[in-house]
């Protein structure tokens, strides 16, 4: 009676060009929570502003881009009942 392990299978990974993400390796939600975050308050608000800050301009932009376009069509329309 010898006693003989099974041998593991050998898995073979195959790029499909797939973009799905694999997530099994990480924790729980409730371990994230758990650990918090070593930033203290001032800091998680100066990241804050500084981020927004960076999309004001950006943000006005599409903002007059949609006026614009919000003014010519109702100019045209308005040309169009004369």
């Known amino acids: 009676m010898s006693s ?3 041998k593991k299978e050998k898995i073979i990974y195959i ?3 797939r973009t799905i993400a694999d ?3 990480l924790p729980p ?3 994230w929570l758990k650990k918090g975050t070593t930033s ?3 800091d998680i608000w ?8 960076m999309m004001i301009k950006p ?9 614009a376009a919000c003014l010519l069509v109702t ?3 308005l040309l169009s009942k004369i």
């Open 4 to 6: 003989k392990k099974p």
């Open 15 to 17: 790029d499909d060009g």
């Open 23 to 25: 997530m099994s390796n």
């Open 29 to 31: 939600r409730r371990q």
């Open 40 to 42: 203290s308050f001032k």
């Open 46 to 53: 100066c990241t804050y502003f500084s981020a927004v800050k």
């Open 59 to 67: 943000m006005l932009v599409v903002l007059g881009f949609i006026a």
């Open 75 to 77: 100019l045209l329309y």
